[in-house]
Structures are given as structure tokens and as C-alpha cells.
């Protein structure tokens, strides 16, 4: 038997079901009109929310990534909770406007933005993390032509990464954001030529769950705002700290210890450069906001035993769940948390494989777990959902067309 996930803390059983959001998932199911569906526990957000705000200083903003999961009622209620978003697109930046976003809390980085998107940015009064000159004076010649002035800021590829990180986004050679000795003279030129001069960005890396190398890519990157800050000459107002902070997904993977985060960084509030003193403070988070409030369910559509070994054949899959059946950024398949949703905390009674409907040997929900024997019929729960789930699969593979989606 393969060791599964870990299944994040707080989900119980009713009657031997898997209950989310207060009911039992076979309700919701029936609500959300039958499976593939995720769903969303809108109490969980909260909730992690509530903890992001005790553990880290006040002074420090929160803000979403929409990339994460842009599910517009999502959207909407975490536009109650957070204090900015961070979008990578103008499809984005049209999601975070159908969700009645206000576009000044909204920060758009990424590669590759075409002057559509950047004029859509410009007009609505979003905040350009800019990845490039070529960009920044493309935005610039915009926002002459419109009579807009741009809020722009600068991505900042930092000379460092964080250490252990799932996807290393800093440190040498990267497409992202602009090398750090080349940011004080870009910033000298926007603000001469009259754009509203937003700060710096730095993002060193994603899905860390070692508090100790967050802290010091924190350290590293106030270290770094300071330094430029004094080379550009000009007040820093604002600076995107980046993220990073990781959930479990794999077995022996343990939470991050949020308190050393927190505590860390207030300590370094405390001492702040003076060229720092007034400069306003965020963080972006994506998974570690949404990733534990969503689960997969999809049906038991087949049972089959095939040399000895069991598969159960679901309604869902990779086109779905691409990240749990180790197609996004893993190098080594790992069990994803899985259950039986319909047999929610029953014993375990065999070793099963859960695989997805597609004709491709990739598509496997479960690799060669434990579970409580599973008839058709059945509803699999997949934890650890909500983010890089929907929008981050190839939902047209082989036809079989888009889960359903439900906030509760
Ligand atoms: C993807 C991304 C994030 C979110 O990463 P998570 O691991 O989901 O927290 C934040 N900032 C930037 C720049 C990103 O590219």
C-alpha cells in the first residue's frame, strides 16, 4: 500500500459521510446537480483568514492570488475578508471585475502583457507590476495616449529564492520581473515620467512549508526593498513582501508553523531601515488561502480488478485534478489526501487504485492506497482542491467537459 496525503484537519463525518460546509456531501451533490463537482467551505476561508490575521503583524496587507482559484462567488466573498488581489492576466483582471473587485486594491503581474491588457489595467486604475523596460515604457506611452496616469510598479527578481519551495520563481536566469541591478535606474525613468510610482514586488518562490527559509526570504527581500529603495532615490510606497506559504499535500508533510512566520516578521517590523518606515506592506497568497477549503467528488462509476490489483473507476480525473494525479509541477507521483466520501472514516479494508475516465495511464486520482472497500456508486472526495484545481487542468481533454463548482 501507498501512504496517501494527509487530509487537513477539521473534516468529520455524518452517518458515514464526508460533511462540508455543515451538510453531508451527498446533499450537495444532488444541489450541484450530481458529480464531478468541488466544493468550496466558505466557513474554511474564513477561518484561515482569521488565523493569517492573528499570526502576522498588522501592518502587513493581505492579498489574494487570483490564479489560485478564480471562481467569481469565491471572489466575492473573499473580497469581504482580504485587502488586495493580485491578477496575471486581463482575463483575470476581467473575473476580478464581474466579481465587483475594486480595481485600486488589484496588482497585475506577469510575462508577456499585451498592450490590450495593459491599457484594460491602465484604465480601471490597477497597479502594473512591471516585468520588463520594454514593458514599463509601453505602459508608460499608453497611459500619455489615454490620458491616464499609470500606477506602476516593478517586479524585482531578487538575487535569492526560497529555499525549498515547490516552484522557485527568483534567483538567476528567470522570464520573471527585472534583475535587481537594473531596478533603480527603471525607477528613476517612470517616476520622471510622471507615472504614480507603486514600489517594488519580489516573489521568491511558492508552496514552502519550512517557516524558518520563509523568514529568511522575508528578511532577504526587506533587505533587498531597502537597498533599492536607497539606490532609486525615491520613497518606497508600497512593496509585495511575495508569499510562498505552503500547505501539506503529500504524506509526511506537516503545516507550516504560521506563529514563527508571524513572529518573525513582527520582529523585523520593529527594526525597519528609516528608508522603510513609511512604506506599506502586503503578502499574496494563493493555495495557503484556498487550497484546503475545496474538495473533489467525483463518483465510482466502475470496479474492476485487473492481476490482483483493485481500480475504481471514477466520473472525474486529471482534466479536472491535473496537480493530484501528479501532472503539475511534481517530478515524483505522490498520493494527493483521498477518501472514500460515502465511507467517510470507515476501516481500511483494501489496497485500491482511483483513477479518472480518461483512456490515458496519467489519470490516476490514487495511487495504490488503503481505503474502505468501494462499490459503484460510491462518491471519492479528493482534499486539498481548492486551488490549481478547475482552472489549472485541461478541462477539454478527450471531451469530458468541466466539473461543477459550488461554494457552500
Ligand atoms: C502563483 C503566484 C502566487 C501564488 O502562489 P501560491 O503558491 O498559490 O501561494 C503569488 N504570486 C505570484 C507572483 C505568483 O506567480
Redesign the pocket.
Known sequence: MKPLGPIPAGFEARDGVLVVGGRPVTQWVEEAGGTPLFLYAADRLRAQVARLRAALPPRLALHY?V??NPFVPLLELMAGLVDGF?I?SGGELAITAKAGIDPRLVSF??PGKRDAELEAAIVAGVTL?LESENEARRALALGERLGVVPRLAI?VNPDFDLKGS??K?GGGAKP?GLDAERVPALAREIAAAGAEWRGF?I?AG??ALDAAAIAETQGQTLELAARLADECGLPLVHCNL?????IPYFPGEAPLDLDFVGARLAERFERLPDVLQDTAFCI??????V?ELGVYLTRVVDRKVSHGEVFLITDGGMHHQLAASGNFGTVVRRNYPSAIATRFGAEVEEEASIVGCLCTPLDKLADKGGFPRAEVGDLVAVFCAG??GASASPMAFLGQGPALELLV
Open positions: 492570488a490564479k489560485a493580485d496575471a503581474a506577469g507590476n517586479r515547490g516552484m520563481m520573471f514586488h516573489f511558492s508552496q511575495g508569499g510562498g506559504f505552503g499574496e497568497l494563493g493555495r495557503y488561502l487550497g486551488a490549481y
